[in-house]
T-cell receptor, first 116, second 115 residues
């Protein structure tokens, strides 16, 4: 079945450091890929997405490129801020599922802590 | 406009009791999803609605779990004879459609604690 693997956390960085959170997936066909973020005390929010190979999703300084050859969708940011402290979830969805819909399959989440 | 809302925000119940969790999706969103977020299992899909029909119930963990949706809007997730392993945050999401990568918008969740 479909699965998403992302790096274990917590990841602790100093402000302005470079961030990479690795994400790889297993799925048949051509999934869409997502990064969701959960800030402390808040609900899940879509951060960015990519729907086909070589697409780059970007938002709020975060980027991720859909790499089909390596089945990866790594999240990067050039200079993190304290306000980026949150839990980040990589996820995929696949069209053409039995019953329709595009249910999300999530990774386990990576907690990011950014310190001054 | 209003986002996805869920009620109650917190629910504490005793083992063996039934609970109902409610989700109000974004107006006009035809697709509705329930997920569960627990320490041991991470984020798991439970059930998907398109309109009032549930073509994918594959994530419901047992027959104690059921859900319905009425008027193509509000959905209720019911857990009968609750067990301690049902303790989790139950999340609802809605999306405008199901084609391609329709963005799912999540509610704040209901934290269920079974004593």
């Amino acid at each position: 079945g479909d699965s998403v693997t992302q790096m274990e956390g917590p990841v602790t960085l100093s402000e302005e450091a470079f961030l990479t959170i690795n994400c790889t997936y297993t799925a048949t066909g051509y999934p869409s890929l997502f990064w969701y973020v959960q800030y402390p005390g808040e609900g899940l929010q879509l951060l960015l997405k990519a729907t086909k190979a070589d697409d780059k999703g970007s938002n709020k300084g975060f980027e991720a490129t859909y790499r089909k050859e390596t089945t990866s969708f790594h999240l990067e940011k050039g200079s993190v801020q304290v306000s980026d402290s949150a839990v980040y979830f990589c996820a995929l969805s696949r069209a053409g599922l039995t019953g329709g819909g595009n249910k999300l399959t999530f990774g386990t989440g990576t907690q990011l802590k950014v310190e001054l | 406009g209003a986002g996805v809302s869920q009620s109650p925000s917190n629910k504490v119940t005793e083992k063996g009791k039934d609970v109902e969790l409610r989700c109000d999706p974004i107006s006009g969103h035809t697709a509705l999803y329930w997920y569960r977020q627990s320490l041991g299992q991470g984020l798991e899909f439970l059930i998907y609605f398109q309109g009032n029909s549930a073509p994918d119930k594959s994530g419901l963990p047992s027959d104690r779990f059921s859900a319905e949706r009425t008027g193509g809007s509000v959905s209720t997730l019911t857990i009968q004879r609750t067990q301690q392993e049902d303790s989790a945050v139950y999340l609802c999401a809605s999306s405008l459609g199901t084609g391609g990568a329709g963005t799912q918008y999540f509610g704040p969740g209901t934290r269920l604690t079974v004593l």
